[in-house]
């Protein structure tokens, strides 16, 4: 079956532009979580929706980053007023149910680079 | 503040040998450990997941190993083939804030021909 679909594959963007990536979990997935990879660095949480429970926000680094997830399945994580820090992989997973032992299922990533 | 450490960073060997890439995490409050593959500008690919529970999982050519008390797993990887080459990641979700599986840095594991 389809795995976790991120898009863009790929996306640059000039400093100060706002930038939205998309994740589309696997069919029946409740739980999405949002990571970011950056070079020479380990991934990085970033937010976690689980069901209709209001999301864990806590590693979101500022103001300018936003996420939803509309209908409990497809994800959006905004950036505003991209900076060039902001360059990295943005890794979407989801899991099959709240259950601390499901395995993570990974997207193959959006590479954002800020000139 | 829950660590988790890989050594060795990276690690070259030739085929057919077997092979022990090593994780380490400062607090052994658990509930369990996840080793993925990430193959250059892919995604992460789950290989095994061992619960607090357990002792190790096996899954082909591959076997993992906890042993939580110590704060440390091991996975195995038997018969090594180049198609292995990859950089091999463990994460642990904490009982403390389960929703933040924390990651270690990685072993880029290359397997010569």
């Known amino acids: 079956g389809a795995g976790v679909s991120q898009s863009p594959s790929n996306k640059v963007t000039e400093k100060g532009k706002d930038v939205e990536l998309r994740c589309d979990p696997i069919?029946?997935?409740?739980?999405l979580y949002w990571y970011r990879q950056s070079l020479g660095q380990g991934l990085e949480f970033l937010i976690y929706f689980q069901g209709n429970s209001a999301p864990d926000k806590s590693g979101l680094p500022s103001d300018r980053f936003s996420a939803e997830r509309t209908g409990g399945s497809v994800s959006t994580l905004t950036i505003q007023r991209t900076q060039q820090e902001d360059s990295a992989v943005y890794l979407c997973?989801?899991?099959?149910?709240?259950?601390?032992?499901?395995?993570?299922?990974f997207g193959n990533g959006t590479r954002l680079t800020v000139t | 503040k829950q660590e988790v450490t890989q050594i060795p960073a990276a690690l070259s060997v030739p085929e057919g040998e077997n092979l022990v890439l090593n994780c380490s995490f400062t607090?052994?409050?658990?509930?369990?450990l996840q080793w993925f593959r990430q193959d250059p500008g892919k995604g992460l690919t789950s290989l095994l997941l061992?619960?607090?529970?357990?002792r190790e999982q096996t899954s082909g050519r591959l076997n993992a190993s906890l042993d939580k008390s110590s704060g440390r797993s091991t996975l195995y990887i038997a018969a090594s083939q180049p198609g292995d080459s990859a950089t091999y990641l463990c994460?642990?979700?904490?009982?403390?804030?389960?929703?933040?599986?924390?990651f270690g840095q990685g072993t880029r594991l290359t397997i010569n021909p």
């Open positions: 607090d052994s409050a658990i509930y369990n």
């Open positions: 994460a642990v979700r904490p009982v403390q804030g389960a929703q933040k599986l924390v």
């Open positions: 069919s029946g997935h409740t739980a």
């Open positions: 997973a989801s899991s099959l149910a709240q259950g601390v032992n499901s395995p993570l299922h």
């Open positions: 061992i619960q607090s529970s357990q």
